[in-house]
C-alpha cells in the first residue's frame, strides 16, 4: 500500500512538470542576455553613439545630410541620388568620399580630447 501511494505520487510530480516545466531565473537571464549586444549596457551604449552620430550630422550642411541620408537610410545608388539632387554621379560619389572623411576627421578630433 505505501508503495502504491509512493509511486502515485511520483507519477504526479512527473506530469506536473511536464505541464509547467520551470526554469531558474539565473538560467533565463543567461538566456536571455546570451548574445551581448541585448544586454542593457550595450544598449545604452549604442543609444549613446547615434545621439553622438546625429550631433554630428546636424553639423553637415543640408546637401550633405541629404545625400548621406539617401545613400545609408534609403540605401540609394549614386546614379539615383544624382538625379534626385541635381547632380552628376561623380559629384554625389566625391561628396559621399568627402562627407565621410569629414565624418572621421570629427571623430578623431574628439578622441584626442
Not at 502504491?4 to 533565463?28: F, G, M, T, W
Not at 544598449?43 to 545621439?51: K, N, Q, T, V
Amino acid at each position: 500500500m505505501i508503495w502504491k501511494i509512493a509511486r502515485n505520487k511520483l507519477v504526479d510530480a512527473y506530469r506536473r512538470n511536464l505541464r509547467r516545466p520551470s526554469s531558474s531565473i539565473e538560467q533565463l537571464q543567461d538566456d536571455l542576455f546570451a548574445d551581448d549586444e541585448q544586454a542593457p549596457e550595450q544598449e545604452l551604449l549604442r543609444l549613446e553613439e547615434y545621439a553622438q552620430l546625429h550631433a554630428k550630422l546636424q553639423k553637415l550642411p543640408p546637401l550633405q545630410r541629404k545625400i548621406l541620408s539617401l545613400r545609408f537610410n534609403h540605401e540609394m545608388r549614386s546614379p539615383q541620388i544624382a538625379s534626385l539632387v541635381g547632380k552628376s554621379e561623380a559629384a554625389v560619389r566625391a561628396i559621399i568620399s568627402r562627407t565621410l572623411n569629414q565624418l572621421r576627421t570629427l571623430y578623431r578630433e574628439e578622441g584626442e580630447k
